[in-house]
């Protein structure tokens, strides 16, 4: 049964049905292309699934406080992606104080080591030993750097057993203020990617790998568990991300590359569907919901209202980008 409640959970425990769901979801999003053609400047006709590779190629929003806002804009904007193929799936997440050797299956994620993690993403064309033109492994390969094509190789190396992290769930969790919270968090997404290895332990190609968003939205949910610590704070924009000395005001910066600042297609023209917001956008300081959060606000805001809201919410962004589009 696929539960369909808008709610992420650990993807060990989702019903095989929902798993399979979920794959055929993410396949699918190899089969849908943005506008234009391959030889373009900048390229179109990029699948939405090798989309996600050139977004996070393209911004690199590493090792500082945008990390986990800008992650959770990239994974909620993925579980659009998927919900558009089948709108009663959630982006679930990897948890992982648990050994994932469960979830490496030609039915699901694909092998746990090797140099190909083969089915279920091999036929789909999520890399192609033999393509050419083919996208390669390093970013100072610029003679294959087109977000079109298929990389040749998807790996792993995933040892036995879980992975020791460097903080456990409580001590991010329990972290005083964002800063100590969000070094902890993306120190322990550091190890979670190395453990993972090949592809995903590769920064600039680990957005290749599926595996990916599972990871992320742990990081996510732990972020979100935090905020949840100290709700009144921590929900209100104004106050969630505290102060930070090394870097001020830089929630004030947009969100790239949807503001259309850059290179990267459909945010910039021709289509220019870019919509800009800051990190203290609503929908960016707003978690997604997960399975261990407990509802919040005042009086018992159910599962199926805070889903409500966000749809609320969604339209109103929707109506933002419309006439953002006017005013070109
Ligand atoms: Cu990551």
Redesign the pocket.
Known sequence: MIRGDGIRRNVAEIDDDERDAFVKAIKELNKRHYPGSRDEFPPGGVSHWFKQDEIHQATHVHQGPEFLPW?RELCNRFEQLIRAVEPRLSLHYWDWNTDPAPLFTPEFMGAKTGEEVGEPWLSAGFYNPQADPFRGESSSDVAHGNPFDPPRTLKREVPDGPPELCFSDREIIRSSNYLSMRIRLERC?DGA?GYIGGTIGD?HT?FRDPF?FL??AN?DRLFAMWQYEDPATRLNPATVYGEDPGEPLWYARRLQPWDGSGRTRPWVRPERERQVKDYRHPSIVTPPQYDTLQPVGDGPLTAQQLNELRHALDGAIALQTALAHDHH
């Open positions: 992650h997404h990617h920064a680990a990916v990871l992320h990081v």
